[in-house]
Every structure is written in C-alpha cells, then in structure tokens.
C-alpha cells in the first residue's frame, strides 16, 4: 500500500512538470493557433542553463530564475520565427517549431555537449502515511499549483490575459479593436518559454537532462493538452496528473522501459475520442 | 473626415475594390449600398486599416471605429470585457459611459457574449465601438439578421449619436430602405466600383437604384 501511495504522489509530480510543459503549449495555441513542438526545447534549454549556473556557483533561487528568463527568451525567439512574418499560417509557424526545436540540438551541443546533465535539487525526503516522496517532488506539486492559480488569475482577472483571450477567440474582432495580434502573440511564446522554463529547473534535479530530452517531454506535454482539447489549462493539468501517475505507476511495477509508450498510447485513445466527439457534434449541428 | 481616392484592394489576383473614390464631411451621416461580394466590407476593413491597398490613398481624421459586419465579439468573454477590451486604444477601461447611453449593457453585463441573441450582440458590438470614443463610426450591416424593432432600437441610438453629439457614419447597408431613411447621401458599389452617388432622395427616385434596391419605385 505503501508503495502504491509512494507511485501515486511520485506520479503527481511527474504529472504537475508535464502540466507545466502542456500549459505552456496551450498558451501558445489560445492565442495564435498554433501547436509549438519545441516547448520541451525551453525546459531543456532552462534545466541546461541551471546546471551551469550552478556548476558556476551562482545561488539557488538566483540560477533558477536566470535560466526560467532565458527560456522566456528562447520562447520569444521561436515566436519571431515562427508568427513573426505577418500572414504565416498556423501549419507553417507549426513547421518552424519543428525546425527551431531540430535548430535548438546544434546549439545545446555546441554549449553544453551531448551528455546528460543533472543539477542539485531540494535535498531530503518525507514520509506521508508511510510512503517517502522526495522534496523536490514536494516542491514541483507545490510550484505547479502556484503557477496554475496565477495564470487562472491572469487570464481571468488582467486586462492584458484578457486581451491574450480575445485573441484566441477571435483575431478577427481583436484586431478590429486595436489588438495587435502579432504583438501578443509574440507574449504568448514568451509565457510559453516561461512555463517550460519553469518545468526544466524543476524536473532537472529529479531526471538528468540532455539536448534530446526535448521529445519525451514534448510527447508527455502534448499528450496532456490535446487531453484539454489543446485549449482548456485545467483538464490540461488533469490529464498531465493522469499521464505522470500512469507512467510512474507503469515504472514502478516493473514496466520502466514503456513510460513513452503510455504517454503516446494515452495521447492516441484521447486523439480518437475527442474526434469522434467532435464528428458527433458536427453532425447535430447539421 | 474620410477622404478615398482612387482605391483599390486586392485580395490576390481578384480586385475587390477598383478604383474608389469617395468622401464623408464631419457629422456627416453617409450609407454606402450594395449587393454581396460588391466590396462594402473589404472597404471597411480598409478604413480600419485592416487591410493594405493595393494603390490609392485613404485619409480619416480623428478615431475611426468599425462595427463589423456579423458583430464579431469576443464570445468566451463576458460582456463587460467585451466593452473594456473595445477600449484598448482609447485606454477607457470603465463602460459606464457607455452603460449610460445604452442602460440594456449594464444588465448584460455579466453575460457571456456568445449566449446573446442576435439583438443583444449588435447592442454590445455597437457598445464596444463607443468605448474606443470614436470621431467616426463605421457600421458595416446594422440591420444584419436583426428583427426590425431591434434595427430601430439600435438606428435611433446612431442618429442620435450622430445628431447631438456630431459623431460622423458610414452606414454600410443592403437594407436601402433603411439607409435612406437615416442618411442623406449615399454611395452605391457594385462589383467593386462606385456607380451611382448623390442625395438618397434622388437616388431613391433613380429607377435602377430603386429596382435593384427597393424592389422597385419608392413611393
């Protein structure tokens, strides 16, 4: 029983770094409609430059938050490339992320090399109802569920998340209304960079990261908000919980080796019954 | 206030607008008439500066605000936000004003946006449009899907918009009827061009303004 509380709260973390991961993607998508493969590139880019920071012995707290910024930054980077053209098409800002995700490896290569790099997290463990979960895990649920009541607030209660709804809803009226589009758009990248940032120095301390990590994190984010149809951050959240618990679940019972093939097997299931959902409203509405 | 000259759009190789020109004095109350697909649309996008011209120019001096055709609002948000993100270039957050002239929004208020009915829409549309304080408004489809006690409701609030408070329109209308009853000059565009202008009283008695518009002579 143990154990099994041990997978569950272990799981719930996992689960709380892919929601990070998964809400950075719907960022993105809300306001600009397109889906950016190379979200898990701001993680890996943050967990890299935190492994350095500290390697340089810069402070906790201090190289964290460095390494989160540089993700905004890359997050902007990837939005000039691929909304920064006026009139570029979802599909082919979709195609430039794929790109800057592929453009990304050559430059983490040359910066940091191609092993695997970890850096030192919250140290420690505790016992709830007799199951140890480490500190760091603590601190992941812990930051996540900050980060998810301020971007409801954000989004819900600011004039300027607001604006970033509108246009999602509509990009039509918010141009019509003086909204630059491209402008805030290029905001929802660098929010997007923010939130992977975020999910790399976290998830740094717990599994070593290097240039390709990038894929298994993407696939797990993905799998996540396709589960919140690409667009609702908090049935994101709730599918990120269910994938990080799934796949814990699956490694602590002796399928370790599958973890990929939950997340893509989950990612599917969710796939072709959202599809058929919509098949099945489309029809009633003619 | 709006000074067209010459303008043309272009949407690839098909021309929307085809040499336009056309002008609005300030307080003036204009309609511009047409079928569908004849350009009305692609040349409010333009005067909103939505749309690139492939050649001409367009001058509007003071604040141009666009009520665009289908209402076009924000149907997640609510209908206050609706009003305060109208405000973006004014920087006018507060819709009381608004809620003055148009008391039926401050019930709406909480409203989503989208649940509204065809009526209700247009009011916040036409609510949104006043928060940008504009010096001219541009109303493309006022009477669009709207019964007629609506589109009266909504026309009487415009003229007196446009009467008291000297705010100048563009009436964007197929309802011929009811852009000649609201303003005194028009302009008709069809397939891209302007081909007929003038007092709506002698274009309401020009035989084929009236046969293609008004279903034959007005009386």
Known sequence: ?286 | MIDVTGLVVAYGSATALDHVTLSIRPGEMVALLGPNGAGKSTLANTLAGLLTPASGTVTVRGRLALIPEGRQLFPDLSVADNLALGGWRSGQRDPAPVYTLLPRLAELAPRRAGVLSGGEQQMVAFGRALMSRPEVLVVDELSLGLAPNVTSGLARHLVELNQERGLTVLLIEQNARLAFELCERAYVLESGRLVAEGDCADLAGDPRVAGAYLGGAIT
């Open chain 1, 1 to 286: 029983m143990s154990a099994f509380l041990g997978y569950l709260l272990n799981g719930l973390a996992v689960g709380c770094a892919i929601a990070l991961i998964a809400s950075g993607l719907v960022a993105i998508h809300r306001v600009t409609g397109v889906v950016n493969f190379a979200q898990g590139t701001f993680a890996v880019v943050a967990g890299l430059c935190a492994s350095s920071l500290l390697g340089l012995g810069l402070p906790h707290g201090l190289s964290e938050v460095a390494a989160v910024l540089v993700a905004a930054l890359a997050g902007l980077l990837t939005g000039l490339a691929a909304i920064g053209r006026p009139g570029t098409t979802p599909l082919s800002s979709l195609i430039v992320t794929l790109g800057v995700g592929v453009l990304a490896y050559a430059v983490e290569i040359v910066l940091w090399g191609d092993q695997p790099r970890s850096a030192p997290g919250l140290a420690g463990s505790v016992t709830v109802a007799g199951a140890r979960i480490q500190t760091q895990h603590l601190l992941v649920i812990a930051v996540t569920a900050v980060t998810f009541v301020l971007l409801a607030l954000f989004f819900g209660r600011t004039y300027l998340g607001k604006a970033l709804t509108a246009c999602a809803s509509n990009p039509y009226a918010a141009r019509v209304v003086g909204l630059d589009v491209r402008r805030l758009g290029l905001l929802a990248f660098a929010l997007g960079g923010l939130l992977g940032g975020l999910a790399g120095v976290l998830v740094t301390p717990l599994r070593p990261i290097s240039f390709d990590t990038d894929v298994t994190l993407i696939v797990n984010g993905f799998a996540a908000a396709v589960f919140g149809g690409l667009t609702r951050p908090v049935v994101a959240l709730a599918g990120a919980l269910l994938l990080g618990v799934a796949e814990t679940m699956a490694a602590g019972y002796g399928y370790g080796s599958h973890q990929l093939e939950v997340a893509l097997g989950l990612m599917l299931v969710v796939m072709i019954v959202q599809a058929g959902r919509r098949s099945t409203i489309h029809q009633e509405a003619v």
